[in-house]
């Protein structure tokens, strides 16, 4: 007889990286809802609150809700949606530091709970918004060409 853990416990990770700077902001909830989706945007506008932020967003359902388009207007257009096409992960730039992510800390990983995954989750974006080069360089960014358009 092998047991088996019954319902598996799950967590969900909602975040964003900044292509200029490499810093991240994430989001470890036991759902992913349009709710924790508006809850990451709040996130991001408190965090920058003046200047103009501009979300690479996908089709997906928990994007479109009365919730996110509260915050939006709340925004008072600081907060720009950029819809990307459907099936279209590669060309957001978050996704690639998600892969990183899964190869360095979930990949082959055996968690004696949900909480160690969730705190090794935690440790692994503190250390990302400590080494901002190495983010830049995992989402393909490269600041130093970029230019503020106006």
């Known amino acids: 007889m092998v047991p088996t853990p019954g319902q598996p416990k799950?967590?969900?990770?909602?975040?964003?990286?900044?292509?200029h700077t490499g810093e991240t902001v994430v989001l470890i909830r036991r759902r992913k809802r349009r709710r924790e989706v508006a809850e990451l945007l709040q996130a991001l506008v408190?965090?920058?609150?003046?200047?103009t932020i501009f979300v690479a967003w996908d089709n997906a359902s928990t994007h479109e809700d009365d919730e996110v388009e509260i915050v939006v207007r709340a925004a008072a257009g600081r907060l720009?949606?950029?819809?990307l096409p459907?099936?279209?992960?590669w060309l957001n730039?978050?996704?690639?530091?998600?892969?990183?992510f899964r190869r360095e800390v979930t990949h082959c990983e055996f968690f004696v709970?949900?909480?160690a995954l969730v705190a090794a989750?935690?440790?692994?974006?503190?250390r990302c918004n400590?080494?901002?080069d190495k983010v830049l360089s995992i989402i393909g960014s490269t600041p130093q060409n970029l230019c503020a358009c106006t």
Request: glycine fraction near 4%; charged fraction near 20%.
């Open 113 to 115: 709970s949900v909480d």
């Open 130 to 132: 400590q080494q901002l």
């Open 93 to 100: 730039p978050c996704e690639l530091l998600w892969r990183h």
């Open 46 to 51: 408190d965090r920058h609150s003046t200047a």
């Open 121 to 126: 989750s935690h440790v692994f974006f503190e």
């Open 86 to 89: 459907t099936y279209s992960p």
């Open 80 to 83: 720009v949606l950029l819809y």
């Open 10 to 19: 799950k967590r969900y990770g909602l975040g964003a990286v900044n292509y």
